[in-house]
């Protein structure tokens, strides 16, 4: 059982840090001796305010580049969106402060870092020829703390501090710190490593203040505190108790933070004295009960899965089937930490980031990063963690509305590339030249439903249905219908279209992102359509599911290209890049199912020649969704192998190869730099490759690679509201429960 990670020496790095976190709020553990060091996040903490974008002229301008398109003019097109179709960027996820222990401790002679993944509890331990120190500290989300339990023997603690890189201030009020701020603005963010030095702007005017923020550090100990200004000192002190609470003034996606804000002083405060209340034990009793009754829902376990190693040896040995059971725990905890009912849903840092201009905003990435966030979640039983994402999709609706009907001219709902805490959902990109390729995707909406239509369909919950999933679904299945073209045949389609952030090459030799139709764009219309029927049916809506059978029924289908690959455009150009790191076009073979080895044998084919020609390498997100592509074709070898190309060692003192990805010495994935989806795509493909569901088809061992010869797995949710239990031995099923028992007899168990 690995559940717990290991390291023989403080982290330097983020990368190689112990992250804790309750779902609204995340620490990093650096684990120092002399000076340690807690990043902290809180969940709601983004600059800026609600600020749509306006398009009045955006129909015409989506008019004229559809007419170029038909042309044949696609770089004329592509130019009409640069320049009439992309708004403001999103807005970005900030770093609250660093809480800094100071001990004295410079030199060590055995040390000890680790974090118990089953009970979300870190411990720093070490010993000096003078000294013992040890720390134990978890996030709290019953309470909503921070809470550090510090012990030394020989010398004592001496300095307590906090640092911000944001304008705030740090005062000191008898036990505590307090950290009280305005969250400033990005005026004209562009994403990662386009302008240097983007700083963020702070204004007067209330109108454009950002929200409210504040921070409590309150300290208990045997000692003596003392103020020194903004920090603390602790006299003749073996023993201290640490909690910290933080909370901001957003009030939700559509309320001004500042002028429409919540109290946070009050709220703040009722935290910390709230947990002071109560015992350190106490504290920790319900945290645990708390996190290990999620982590324990589901298990995985292999033979030849012993390792007394550190962690970041393991990683960099990598012989031991230990390392797959750690990075299945590790993916199965960050969700827990990261992503919690009535918080925030998972960017793509997750909770956590600690630096004032994060890779790309640390924001929601819609065209693939954010919706693989939560590709293993329902599965892993853990609902109440994709409780969030359902919420992200409830917003954005909101203001995809505005986006259909002013940029598009139509009703329904629209999203794109981004999107932040204010739920932007129009094209980003201001203007700038290129962006056509990694701004302009305009459904991602229908991939973000598949992940809401995945979740009744394993829950069978016909209020969520009826309420929240059917309406969100039709809805986004009206807005295709009215944006479809029709070419001569009838087929239906969308213009203009691109394959996320992949490129082609023209005759003349020019590169165009923006086509006819896409391969991607087709599959979630087609998909979105026939869920759409399929729950319409379900609600006893027969006409409803006629309808969206019918329109579905003339998307334009799969195209196979002279050499045996799917198309990812209307014809057949080439690549600008052979082994570019999306694989959109595939979109029907995973996350949706309308690519079946059995079903479909001459699409499988295309696919698999289109995933040997994209290659096994590329940055890390990208090969964890292929390795859940060759788990849905059942070659498990071919997605070990994926794995394994994750899970290669990433020395974070290294300068970054931006086309190459893998593990950092923490388990989190490098894109990179550090990017948590490629975490969760790998715990995904694991579930793939010993289980799927299709329907009430379950594939029992499908994808099992030569490696995993015996093991077994616990708790994967199935249709229906069921779980399954699988255990194997010399690759054959020896042992497969189905919880309740009653349902057992509702599935066709497929070996």
Known sequence: MNKTLKFKSPATYFEESILLGNGFMGAAVYGGTDVDRYSMNESTLWSGYPDYSPNPNGPKVLKKARELIADGKYLEAAEQIEQGFTGHFSQSYLPLCSIYIETGVKEFDSYSRTLDMENGICKVEYLSKDAFVSRESFISNPDRVMVVKIKQK???????????????????????????????????????????????????????????????LKVECNGTLRFNGDYMELIDTTEATLYFAACTSFNGFNKHPYSEGLDVENRCNNYIFSAISKSYETLKSAHIRDFSYLFNRTDFTLCDNTTTLPTDAVLKEHKSNALYELLF???????????????????LQGIWNEQLDPPWNSNYTININTQMNYLPTMALNLAECFDPYVTLATELAVEGRKIAKEWYGVDGVISHHNTDIWRMANPVGSGCKGSQFWAFFNTSFGWILWGLSEKFRLEKDMDYLQNTLYPLLTECAETYIS?????????????????????????????????????????????????????ALILNKNDAAERYTEYANRVIPYEISSDGRIMEWDTEYPEAEIQHRHVSHLYGLHPAREINPTLTPELTDAAKKSLDVR???????????????WARLFDGNRALKLLDNQLEYVDPSEEINYSKGGTYPNMLCAHPPFQIDGNFGATSAIIEMIVQCNGNNIHILPALPDKWQSGEIKGICITDGATIDIKWQNRIATDVKIHPEAKADNYNLIY
């Open 154 to 216: 020989g010398i004592p603690i001496t300095q307590i501090y906090i640092k911000s890189e944001l304008q705030c201030s740090i005062t000191t009020d008898e036990s505590s710190i307090i950290l009280r701020g305005t969250a400033p603005c990005y005026d004209h963010p562009v994403g990662w490593r386009r302008f240097e030095n983007k700083r963020p702007t702070y204004y007067e005017a209330d109108s454009k203040k950002g929200m409210k923020y504040k921070g409590i």
């Open 329 to 347: 725990n590790f993916g199965k905890y960050l969700t827990i930490s990261a992503s919690r009912k009535g918080g925030q849903p998972m960017h």
């Open 483 to 535: 944006l479809f073209c029709e070419d001569e045949n009838g087929n239906l389609f969308i213009s203009p279209a691109t394959s996320p952030e992949n490129i082609f090459v023209l005759p003349n030799g020019e590169v165009s992102a923006v086509t006819k139709y896409s391969a991607i764009n087709n599959a979630i219309c087609r998909d979105t359509l026939k869920a759409a029927a399929e729950f």
């Open 615 to 629: 290659g096994d390498a590329g940055t890390g997100w990208c090969i964890a969704w292929k390795a859940n592509m």
